[in-house]
């Protein structure tokens, strides 16, 4: 395109227009996976009891709002509740009018208006029974939200059901002051997208230079005979690559490599540098000085990426192996053969002239991409070996070898039951001693869950819901759970956190505050999005949000 | 179930007391009085103001105030959840206050579209609180300043809470600023990083990245070629010619990757948004707001940072005050004097005063350079005004702010005339 | 922690009203302040002039260099200063008012200064800037140019740069460009 013709350009579309603020996060490979996924809400589970509607599913509603707007697929809202009064107080997909109707029909059409992209259906039948009548009904969704509290037969259907198909599970509650949240995983969730902090991803090489870097960095040999103007544009790159040749020459043949030699080497550059002009110095050498300590370090392996080399799924590859495993197989490969990964090819900006710059540039994106070509290779030899043909794409062999040195394995965890497995009992005791820790507000909604259930199978009345000593003896049965394997029941100051917890989820009896359903629902579309785009890192496995604090934590339960 | 059922869950948390709210607080109806009764302002209408605006309408405050100057564009409809396709071209304010009005009876919603900077303080002395939810640091220092300059010591009421939000991508940050009270914007000033600029000479001379071009094409070529035309980042096709040109320079350096996205992205600044980080950072401000209007809880103290990129993150912590602010590091002191004192004579009252024996003073109102010392042509320029009576060059109430180079911090005087 | 308002407080609304009084006038804004203070702290020795076209606007001002050594001297160089009211978050903005021959000057009056932009820093005053401008005459800088030709010239021959100099600091052309005379 040049500039006599304006008119030829063909700007954005509309739907890059409306979207443009987050393909700046998660680009068009993001988009296209969101908009390729249906999620379902399961934001209620009936009334609680007649007095109580039961569960308002605004965490529910506003987190699908944060979905809707940056255009998934679709949605399902599944909820058997009719608009009640309090609704109207708490949730803003609903209007007077909605009064009395099902509250998944309103919700639903409320929430459609914020993107006609997306498509959105509902359903006023119970989960359970859905489940019995639709065996298919599940898998048709890529992610399942509940609002909890809700039945804990219910949830453990929903949970076991959405295991076996390997769809992930966001289970929220919020009351009050306070919510929480668990994502269940399926059991591998591998990302290669995963974000990280562009200086932590810099690989340029420097000790370990391949043959066209060390030609480029031997054509300045001449480097004491060019003019100040030349001197003073030497990319920082090749000016370490000079340097340290030099140094090897009186030491052996071997790099600076602790800090002491390397504390020696910055000084040599820093003393070669030309002082004698208007300046003073030279930006370039600057450049250099700065990068001695941050990129002189032998290429070494994460251990989270050593582990993955490790796991079993990419030793032991099967026909059905995921492409993910088929790539990582192909990269280990890489790695035992050259002692290191792909090279991700990204030089950064430095001082240096325009021709300059760009063709130490392209020596690394040239190297960058030879790699791709042995990895992809690689892939290919395997996926034969595997009686596959070609069924990994050349672009994600791409993505995953500009990424390789950041990808990671989270192994899905199931939603946390007051009853858990003894880690994370053990996990409950060490927490339970820290006065500090949240995880206090999170056996209180333990408790509530179990109140809840009560109601609703009958077994206690509504009022218990705002029942001082049933709260409390409902506490003793969990803790005493959780001090089983250990020596020594958990002390009274831990107990007391927990019934003051339980004593403001109490306060609304269980009902939420909008405010902080809303929070809530913005940190659960965030890990809704993280895990549907399979970019940046999901939680594992729970969050607390404590609203009197603005504070929050992370726990694996 | 009766009407006055609606706000069931919310008089719960009003009406009785938790574990953690302070003993002294009496919960119950007044408490339910004064939340109807706070008015409360919202700086914004856009990804922020709309959550917030939602939020405090469905947290029981019943009179909002919201002023925006923008107006609606297609690249906000990915969050901006008030506004639809058909709203385009309208002005926020308006139309987010009609919107949140209809959807939340018995609320009232006052939207002025305009700038923060065209109201005064009478304008904003009638608010009880006030939430930013803004993307300009520009903004925010104003509106920092000037309610950190309402304080009145001898008045509680003029003391309005300041809570401000702003978000970046999956990041974001929620504080509470008790004007003169408590640490300000302006203290916190190097929490915000600068833009970061690349050397003018590199754009000009030696471009290595894509976005040099762009700049290049933006600063360098546009006052070259177009130099009649302002230029404007939402007309397509100054855009459009700033993309093209950007191109054909990146193509004689042999650069690649300008794209139209980035040149957009490079020329109006653009900061990543979703609609899950507004809606945290804008329910983070508003139960804030919550707090402070009923005292249902303690609020927070005063900074919360949170991070999404990996996990939930958030780091809550008290950012300190600084003696030094230019801001509310002094207050400004009230001093009676005579109107009929020459400005000289007011500076060697001054020279008296016990807690600032001022020296060297430069002193000037918002509207004018009473005396400057330096450098010697504004002296000049001023020097006349050391004759004329004070009555001649300040108005009764209003405020002098006079620098010494004998002191690192600058002082402000409310002028009382006897 | 003071309680911000206790609620038995509205009588307090009556003094308020009273309280506001005078109140509406505006305050004297943190970038103003900031400005009275560096102004004060300027040096600018028998080199350098300011003039403020409306002294009760510090905010934008002009600056003249007039360099007594080096290759500029006998000359006299306008720059238009505009704070704007996010300084000094933001820099000043410094503008030549003349078409002159300088490597780190183009010829639209944008000046390359480090500190003017990618190196500003809030803890910068305006001396700081004032002394980096009277410094670029002193020694321009032709490893970093904004005008490409004048660098050159000064790279490679710095004899018909100092020639250029003089030539445009009379009005006259250097490689057919016209330069606005700048002698004192």
């Known amino acids: ?370 790699d791709i070509a042995e990895v992809t290779e690689t892939v290919r030899r395997i996926e034969s070996q595997l009686g596959q043909s070609a069924s990994v794409s050349d672009k994600d062999i791409e993505v995953f070898c500009k990424n390789a040195s950041h990808i990671q394995v989270i192994r899905g965890r199931d939603i946390p039951q007051p009853d858990g497995d003894a880690q994370s009992l053990k996990r409950l005791r060490i927490e339970l001693g820290n006065d500090e820790s949240l995880i206090s507000i999170f056996l209180a909604f333990q408790i509530l869950d179990i109140v809840v259930t009560g109601i609703q199978e009958g077994k206690y009345p509504e009022g218990a819901l705002d029942d001082e000593s049933l709260w409390s003896s409902e506490l003793d049965r969990i803790l005493g759970v959780i001090a089983s394997d250990a020596s020594a029941p958990v002390d009274d100051e831990a107990r007391n956190r927990i019934l003051e917890a339980a004593r403001e989820l109490r306060r609304t009896e269980g009902g939420d505050l909008h405010n902080i359903s809303s929070l809530t629902g913005g940190l659960v579309a965030q890990e809704a999005l993280k895990v549907l785009t399979r970019q940046y890192v999901p939680l594992d496995n729970t969050c607390i949000f404590n609203g009197i604090r603005s504070n929050s934590a992370m726990y694996k339960l | 179930m009766a009407a006055g059922d609606r706000w069931k869950y919310l008089y719960k948390a009003l009406s009785k007391s938790g574990p953690f709210s302070d003993p002294d607080w009496v919960p119950g109806e007044e408490t339910i009085k004064s939340l109807e009764e ?251 707001a919550l707090k402070i209007a009923t005292s249902c809880n303690p609020f927070l103290e005063n900074y919360m940072m949170y991070a999404g990129e990996e996990g939930v993150y958030t780091y809550t912590f008290e950012a300190e005050k600084k003696t030094d602010c230019p801001v509310c590091g002094s207050l400004a002191r009230k001093i009676t004097v005579n109107p009929d004192v020459t400005l000289e004579e007011f500076i060697e009252i001054l020279g008296e005063q016990p807690e600032a024996q001022l020296k060297k003073p430069s002193l000037r109102t918002e509207e004018t350079t009473l005396y400057q010392r330096f450098p010697p042509q504004l002296e000049e320029q001023t020097k006349s005004n050391l004759k004329l009576k004070l009555r001649d060059l300040v108005a009764d109430g209003q405020e002098v702010a006079v620098s010494d180079p004998a002191y690192t911090i600058d002082f402000r005087f409310q002028l009382i005339f006897t | 922690m003071l309680k911000i308002w206790s609620m038995k407080q509205q009588q307090q609304q009556a003094e308020n009203a009273e309280g506001a009084a005078g109140k509406k006038k505006k305050k004297v804004t943190a970038a103003q302040l900031r400005v009275q203070r560096d102004l004060q702290e300027l040096t600018l020795g028998n080199t350098m002039k300011m003039e403020f076209p409306n002294p009760d606007d510090i905010l934008n001002f002009t600056l003249t260099i007039d360099p007594d050594e080096g290759m500029y001297k006998g000359g006299s160089f306008n720059f238009t200063f505009a704070v704007n009211q996010n300084f000094p978050h933001d820099p000043p903005k410094v503008k030549c008012t003349q078409k002159i021959y300088h490597p780190n000057i183009d010829l639209e009056g944008n000046v390359c200064l480090n500190i003017l932009r990618e190196d500003w820093k809030p803890v910068l005053n305006l001396n700081a800037v004032i002394v980096g401008m009277q410094f670029l005459f002193l020694e321009p800088n032709a490893s970093d140019p904004l005008n490409k030709d004048a660098a050159e010239d000064l790279r490679q021959n710095r004899d018909l740069f100092k020639r250029n100099v003089r030539t445009s600091m009379g009005g006259g052309n250097v490689r057919s460009i016209h330069f606005d005379k700048v002698l004192r």
């Not at chain 1, 909605?98 to 039948?125: F, H």
Request: with cysteine; glycine share 6%.
């Open chain 1, 1 to 370: 395109m040049t500039s006599e013709f304006p008119h030829a350009l063909t700007g954005p579309s509309s739907k890059e227009r409306r979207y443009d603020r987050q393909l700046r996060l998660w680009a068009a490979s993001g988009q296209q996976a969101l908009e390729e996924s249906r999620v379902l809400l399961v934001n209620s589970d009936g009334p609680w009891g007649n007095q109580s509607t039961g569960v308002s599913g605004v965490v529910g509603v506003e987190t699908l709002k944060n979905l809707v707007l940056p255009g998934i697929g679709g949605f399902t809202i599944v909820d058997p509740a009719v608009v009640t009064e309090p609704d109207l107080g708490a949730n803003f997909f609903l209007e007077d009018e909605s009064l009395g109707k099902s509250r998944a029909e309103e919700t639903c059409r409320l929430l459609k208006e914020l993107n006609p992209d997306v498509e959105g259906n509902s359903c006023t039948k119970p989960i359970a029974e859905i489940l019995q009548e639709e065996p298919e009904f599940l898998s048709q969704h890529k992610l399942i939200l509940i609002s909890g509290p809700i039945k804990r037969s219910s949830l453990q259907s929903l949970c076991s059901a959405a295991k076996t198909l390997g769809i992930p599970v966001l289970y929220t509650r919020s009351v009050g002051f306070f919510s929480t949240f668990s994502l269940q995983l399926p059991a591998v969730f591998p990302i290669v997208e995963t974000h990280p902090d562009p200086e932590s991803t810099q690989d340029l090489r420097l000790l370990g230079p391949w043959p066209e870097l060390a030609v480029a960095a031997a054509s300045i040999s001449n480097l004491d005979s060019l003019d100040d103007h030349q001197h003073g544009h030497v990319p920082y790159v090749l000016l370490l690559l000079y340097y340290l040749e030099k140094w090897k020459e009186t030491h052996n043949g071997n790099v600076p490599s602790n800090y002491k030699e390397k504390s020696e080497f910055r000084e040599f550059v820093r003393s070669s540098a030309r002082t004698d002009n208007p300046q003073g110095g030279e930006e370039n050498y600057d450049e250099a000085i700065a990068a001695v300590l941050k990129s002189l370090n032998p290429f070494s392996l994460r251990s989270s990426t050593r582990d993955i080399f490790e796991m079993e799924e990419c030793s032991q590859l099967t026909p059905n192996s995921a492409n993910f495993w088929i790539i990582v197989s192909a990269v280990r490969e890489f790695h035992q053969q050259h002692q290191v990964l792909p090279l991700p090819g990204l030089l950064p900006d430095m001082k240096a002239q325009s021709a300059d710059y760009v063709s130490l540039q392209n020596i690394y994106k040239t190297k960058a991409r030879k």
């Open chain 2, 38 to 288: 706070s008015k409360i302002l919202v700086i914004g209408a856009g990804g922020l103001g709309c959550e917030i605006l939602k939020n405090l309408a469905l947290s029981g405050f019943k009179d909002i105030h919201v002023i925006d100057m923008d107006t609606i564009d297609i690249s906000n409809l990915n969050r901006q959840f008030l506004f639809r396709h058909s709203d385009i071209g309208k002005p926020k304010a308006e139309v987010a206050a009609a919107f949140v009005e209809k959807r939340v009876k018995g609320v009232k919603i006052t939207p002025f579209v305009g700038k923060i900077q065209d109201k005064d303080e009478d304008y904003y002395l009638q608010f009880k609180i006030v939430v930013c939810g803004l993307d300009s640091i520009e903004a925010r220092r104003w509106i920092n300043s000037t309610l950190v300059g309402m304080v009145d010591m001898d008045n509680p009421e003029s003391l309005k809470p300041l809570i401000d939000g702003g978000t970046e991508g999956f990041k974001g940050q929620a504080r509470v600023i008790l004007p003169s009270l408590t640490s300000c914007i302006e203290c916190q000033l190097d929490m915000h990083a600068p833009r970061p600029a690349v050397p003018l000479c590199t754009i000009a001379t030696i471009p290595r990245q894509p976005q040099h071009c762009i700049e290049w094409a933006h600063q360098i070529a546009w006052q070259d070629k177009r130099k009649d035309d302002s230029f404007d980042s939402d007309d397509m096709e100054h855009i459009g010619w700033v993309y093209n040109t950007a191109l054909e320079r990146a193509n004689e350096f042999n650069i690649s990757g300008v794209t139209f996205q980035m040149t957009q992205g490079v020329v109006k600044n653009i900061i990543p948004a979703i609609a899950s980080t507004n809606a945290v950072i804008a329910a983070a401000t508003t139960s804030e």
